[in-house]
């Protein structure tokens, strides 16, 4: 697909640049290609800079607020005569941590990315709007969502928030969040399940929030979780039998902290073991691997935090009791 666009009429007797791509469609850590052609209007003109610009915009009610984070100069010096032809080529390189625009074979909402072309010409700067890119998941990302889709996860939306998070490979102040509704197994205990998947050359890092209900024996609060994998490993898995897993995992070692009941989902816990490096766990190999590494990068809720005051308050009152028995 080509698409082409009017970016800048600078009154020079309709001198006009127009950019090309050549495929709208592509992924994190691809390279865009295309051109960008300039027609000479009737003098001539000299251009300072051609720069491409890949911005995000994340949508607020009707309104979208673009925020830019890439750009790749494309030319600069340019002497264009009148009536002059000149078409640059450019290849610009998708960053990895590209938020996603598709994914399930369709659009996500909410979430727009788009290629700006900005020119200089006699000190005054031109900026055209955004051709619109369409961005789809690296095969570990589309892995995720799709094995969460078959455990009966329901994506509710997307969306691009501020912020970085821990142990992860992040470029930018923004990630890309993705916000599920809890299978009919989980529905009973978690809210909701919110994941990132932060790519990097080497493979992808998930950081995982469920928002986990409370009831009668326990509190509720925020779990937090993560792995990582190679993108390698994207099809030697079984995605949803892993992520079903380690989900059950995470939650189960929640259970036990909080002295909660297990729901009749089997007792696969395991001690609780130092890593380094953030808070993800290594995910690679065999099915059995990737558990055991899940399992082991857990990391407790935020609300574990204040397990121990509550804890030390339960003991002084229970002191404070004794000694008035005594008395």
Same mark, same amino acid.
């Given at each position: ?68 984070? /890439? ?19 450019? #290849? ?73 998070? #821990? ?120 099915? /059995? ?6 399992? /082991? ?31």
């Amino acid at each position: 697909m080509v698409f082409k666009r009017l970016l800048a009429a600078f009154g020079i007797g309709g001198l006009s640049i127009d950019t090309v791509v050549e495929n709208p469609h592509t992924r994190p850590g691809s390279a865009l290609e295309g051109r960008v052609e300039l027609s000479g209007g009737d003098g001539d003109a000299e251009i300072a800079e051609i720069v491409l610009a890949l911005v995000v915009s994340a949508q607020d009610g009707d309104e979208h607020e673009g925020v830019e984070f /890439a750009r790749v100069p494309v030319a600069s010096g340019v002497r264009l005569a009148a009536g002059e032809t000149l078409s640059v080529p450019f #290849a610009f390189g998708i960053p990895w941590q590209t938020p996603l625009t598709e994914a399930g074979g369709g659009p996500l909402p909410g979430v727009l990315v788009g290629l700006r072309t900005e020119v200089v010409v006699d000190g005054a700067s031109d900026k055209g709007d955004l051709d619109r890119l369409h961005v789809h998941p690296l095969p570990v990302q589309e892995r995720v969502l799709e094995g969460l889709a078959q455990l009966g996860f329901g994506l509710g939306s997307t969306g691009v928030e501020g912020g970085y998070l #821990a142990g992860t490979a992040q470029e930018y102040p923004f990630f890309q969040e993705f916000e599920f509704h809890p299978s009919e197994r989980y529905a009973h205990e978690i809210g909701e399940v919110e994941i990132a998947l932060v790519p990097d050359p080497e493979g992808v890092s998930a950081v995982v929030e469920f928002d986990r209900r409370g009831g009668m024996f326990s509190e509720g609060g925020e779990v937090h979780s993560g792995f990582r994998v190679g993108h390698d490993d994207a099809d030697r898995l079984d995605w949803a039998g892993t992520l079903d897993s380690w989900i059950e995992e995470s939650l189960g070692r929640h259970r036990e902290l909080f002295g909660g009941q297990h729901h009749g989902y089997g007792e696969r816990y395991h001690e609780e073991e130092e890593r380094g490096g953030g808070m993800l766990g290594v995910v690679g190999g065999a099915a /059995a691997g990737v558990v055991g590494g899940l399992a /082991a990068g857990y990391v407790v809720s935020e609300v574990v935090d204040g397990i121990g005051e509550d804890s030390d308050g339960e003991e002084q009152a229970e002191e404070e009791e004794e000694e008035s028995d005594e008395e």
